[in-house]
């Protein structure tokens, strides 16, 4: 069965050809029912897991916003510099529409929407408030405010909020409307569910075909020791190849979905909404949580081993280890990140360890096969927290 990654299909860049902007679900006309309600924009990029940081602090805020998705020229990195305020990297003929009335605030992340972002400041007087999500490549000083996460070591500055982990959309709503949708999908498999959520190759990290089939096997144990099934949904960055390994390796009764564009049926929140344990692939800081925002029991997978581990200390090798694996594109890839991340500056690089340590440290994960997660895990404050500090800047 195939199905895409449930983030929600509207966290998708948009296709070529769309205009315009989306409303959120909010009645449209609130925009204009006070000026005392800042007006927000949120300003949506080609990775899933910004958007949905943008998307989630848009939603928590409680205020009308409109969505503003982009088509980037090919040449985008050339004319698109994270420090000009331009429209230049934009197919303005496939774009959604920017024009008055200017936001109060915007919302975004990720680099190729920053020029966007200061154009329509520049459009507005300087009125517009700007609020970057994860790291900015331009000067922290040309932000309102950062909200940002361990991994990218950004300054301790009044204007950069430090949280725990990205912000998300995990909510007692949302999982409650998606266990009522999914449950009876699932009712045919026994309980309880282990939740598989699969990413992909990150930074120094990678993720083949034998680390799927291994994730797959420990999980298929973790399931079998309860009498369980596995609900597994694979990412857009997941390697096809990993995930044939990933869907032949499983011993258990299961639910398999393959990540697949814009797919309406996709069940991410249900497989959240419905587990009674979690296996999260821990390249994805993302993921890890939203997994741990459930308060379930959150279990991490190394996705590496020897040189390649995420753990300290590392995670000894269980499968082959040949030279013509590690002459694939994504070692070679994880082994120039290494370099970097030795040898440049650190603001090239992040290290998701940090993020994988905190929550570890903190009782909201383990790694898989190193015990049991706790029982009740501490709640994660980061969107009540962000939320706060974007409202303060209009007191």
């Known amino acids: 069965m195939h199905a895409a990654r449930a983030r929600g299909a509207s966290s998708a860049p948009s296709a070529p ?13 609130q925009s204009n029912a006070t000026d005392r309600v800042p007006r927000v924009w949120l300003l949506m990029g080609h990775r899933a897991g910004d958007n949905t940081q943008v998307q989630a602090l848009g939603e928590a805020l409680g205020w009308p916003f409109e969505v503003k998705r982009f088509v980037y020229h090919k040449y985008e990195r050339i004319l698109n510099l994270p420090f000009m305020a331009t429209l230049a990297g934009v197919v303005k003929s496939e774009s959604s529409a920017l024009a008055p009335p200017w936001p109060d605030l915007i919302l975004t992340a990720g680099r190729r929407n920053e020029p966007i972002a200061r154009w329509i400041k520049r459009q507005s007087g300087g009125r517009t408030k700007l ?36 912000l998300h959309r995990v909510t007692p709503e949302r999982l409650a409307k998606a266990a009522a949708e999914w449950g009876g999908r699932v009712a045919h498999l026994p309980r309880p569910y282990v939740t598989v959520l699969a990413g992909g190759p990150s930074g120094p990290y990678p993720f083949d075909a034998a680390a799927g089939a291994r994730l797959a096997r420990q999980a298929s144990e973790l399931a079998r020791r309860g009498g369980g099934s596995l609900l597994v949904t694979t990412s857009a960055r997941t390697p096809a190849a990993t995930i044939d390994a990933l869907f032949r390796n499983v011993t258990v009764p299961g639910m398999l979905y393959r990540w697949r564009r814009d797919d309406p049926e996709n069940p991410f929140f249900g497989f959240l909404a419905l587990a009674d344990a979690i296996v999260v692939t821990a390249d994805s800081v993302s993921m890890m949580a939203e997994s741990c925002a459930t308060g379930r029991p959150v279990h991490l997978f190394d996705t590496g081993e020897g040189k390649t581990s995420m753990r300290e200390p590392p995670a000894p090798p269980t499968t082959p280890d040949t030279i013509w694996r590690h002459l694939s594109p994504d070692y ?23 993020v994988q340590q ?6 909201r994960a383990v790694w898989l096969g190193e015990g049991e997660p706790s029982a009740e895990p501490p709640p994660l404050e980061d969107v009540p927290r962000a939320v706060a500090r974007v409202r303060a800047l209009f007191e």
């Open 17 to 29: 050809g769309a205009t315009g902007a989306d409303v959120s679900g909010a009645d449209a006309a």
């Open 358 to 363: 905190r929550l570890v440290a903190s009782g």
């Open 131 to 166: 609020v970057q999500m994860g790291r900015p490549w331009a000067a922290l000083e040309r932000w309102d405010l950062v909200v940002t996460t361990p991994q990218y070591r950004l300054p301790r500055v009044p204007t950069v909020l430090h949280n725990e982990a990205p």
């Open 332 to 354: 070679l890839q994880a082994w120039i990140y290494r370099q970097t991340m030795k040898l440049g500056p650190t603001r090239l690089t992040r290290d998701i360890r940090i």
